[in-house]
């Protein structure tokens, strides 16, 4: 079992970064894949990225591809979100998720374990 927090949302103007973490807890951290999910008012649950469990292979929503990178450091167990030109629609709650799938899967309701959210705001 694996515990998730999110820390490093915040409020940004467009064009700006931002950096998530998401810190788990538990010495089977590398055994999971994980991915980063975000929520808008009013919309469904949707991915963002994914990695896999050694870190190698990465997965990104058209949406934010060519801007975020997701990265993984398996020996501090910690999962991150690197967002750069950041856009008023990138406005959310992001979330954290891990799954023992292989790679990571894009359907929200087939992860395990997830974090209690971290607010990115974007404004024009």
């Known amino acids: 079992q694996v515990q998730l927090v999110e820390s490093g949302g915040g409020l940004v103007q467009a064009g700006g970064s931002l950096r998530l973490s998401c810190a788990a807890s538990g010495r089977t951290f590398s055994s999971y894949t994980m991915a980063w999910f975000r929520q808008a008012p009013g919309k469904e649950r949707e991915f963002v990225a994914g990695?896999?469990?050694?870190?190698?292979?990465?997965y990104y929503a058209d949406s934010v591809k060519g801007r975020f990178t997701i990265s993984r450091d398996n020996a501090k167990n910690t999962l991150s979100l690197q967002m750069n030109s950041l856009k008023p629609e990138d406005t959310a709650v992001y979330y954290c998720?891990?799954?023992?799938?292989?790679?990571?899967?894009?359907?929200?309701?087939?992860?395990?374990?997830w974090g209690q959210g971290t607010q990115v705001t974007v404004s024009s």
């Open positions: 998720a891990g799954d023992r799938a292989v790679i990571p899967r894009t359907s929200s309701g087939l992860y395990d374990y």
């Open positions: 990695i896999n469990r050694s870190g190698d292979s990465t």
